[in-house]
């Protein structure tokens, strides 16, 4: 079975500029979550969405938006982007909402470089 | 608040010697903690998790973690390191009834020949 893939794995941008980011879980697994992280730190939560709504959001501007499609998959959108944007972002999927106990499966990540 | 502290950014054992990573954490609700590791170019992978069955937790690789709540840590050992263990170790932590999972800053362990 596929683990959780994103894409792009690598972007550049300029600051100013939009991108996405795209995520598809495990298959049969309902929940993703975003996390940001910053070289030499460890993940930041940004999101996380079940079943298409968004269950929890962490200490990010509103510059960064999410959503969750009918087939689970998820696209994570940051508008007008600053230096300070520049990290490796990491979806994350698991079978229910929570986390709770729920384990993390995470994809290899997009490292978004803003120059 | 929650919140997890990793002491030490670097740490560098022998082949061969125990890896003893620290973790402390702090939560005014009973926590479920997580070790992760991650291998360069790579996303998180478990390595073991507490969810309050049993305070010694043994995980994938032959590593183990006790739960020592009289001190609000959660450290990591293996009892003999091997060069395939170099990575960055990220503690964690995660609460009923919350939605996001916390992690500390990382620890990098450098294993020598």
Known sequence: DAGVTQSPTHLIKTRGQHVTLRCSPISGHKSVSWYQQVLGQGPQFIFQYYEKEERGRGNFPDRFSARQFPNYSSELNVNALLLGDSALYLCASSLEAGPTNEKLFFGSGTQLSVL | ?113
């Open chain 2, 1 to 113: 608040a929650q919140s997890v502290t990793q002491l030490g950014s670097h740490v560098s054992v022998s082949e061969g010697a125990l890896v003893l990573l620290r973790c402390n954490y702090s939560s005014s609700v009973p926590p479920y903690l997580f070790w992760y590791v991650q291998y360069p170019n790579q996303g998180l992978q478990l390595l073991l998790k507490y969810t309050s069955a049993a305070t010694l937790v043994k995980g994938i690789n032959g590593f183990e973690a006790e739960f020592k709540k009289s001190e609000t840590s959660f450290h990591l050992t293996k009892p003999s390191a091997h060069m395939s263990d170099a990575a960055e170790y990220f503690c964690a932590v995660s609460y009923t009834g919350g939605f996001k999972t916390i992690f500390g800053a990382g620890t990098r362990l450098f294993v020598k020949a």
